[in-house]
């Protein structure tokens, strides 16, 4: 069973930044695109940010456009979701999702994912 850890997160202040990290131990990540969801509190887990297998591809979710940058080093088998300009309303779990291998396209409908982290908590506070 694939499995994926995420780290990164924290407290951080609004207009502050984290890069998240999330990484598959003893497996590779490069035959499959890969997502971020969050999920606030009271909230549906959310799509945040995805990229396809070869990362030529990129999607975003409207309310972080512009801040937000996801990417990927497959020779480490790593994807990165780096934050900048965070908002209070960036807060929630965030949460690395992986669709079945082969599946290249960038993607943000959590039904299509089969494999996902345990979450991280990222709080946008002052």
């Known amino acids: 069973q694939l499995q994926l850890v995420e780290s990164g997160g924290g407290l951080v202040q609004p207009g502050g930044s984290l890069r998240l990290s999330c990484v598959a131990p003893r497996f590779s990540l490069e035959h499959r695109s890969m997502a971020w969801f969050r999920q606030a509190p009271g909230n549906e887990r959310d799509g945040v940010s995805c990229?396809?297998?070869?990362?030529?591809?990129?999607m975003y979710t409207d309310s972080v456009l512009g801040r937000f940058t996801i990417s990927r080093d497959n020779a480490r088998d790593t994807v990165y979701l780096q934050m900048n300009d965070l908002k209070p309303e960036d807060t929630g779990v965030y949460y690395c999702?992986?669709?079945?291998?082969?599946?290249?396209?960038?993607?943000?409908?959590?039904?299509?994912?089969?494999?996902w982290g345990k979450g991280i908590l990222v709080t946008v506070s002052s």
């Open positions: 990229i396809s297998r070869s990362g030529n591809t990129t």
């Open positions: 999702a992986a669709p079945m291998q082969w599946y290249y396209y960038c993607d943000l409908t959590a039904s299509r994912m089969k494999h």
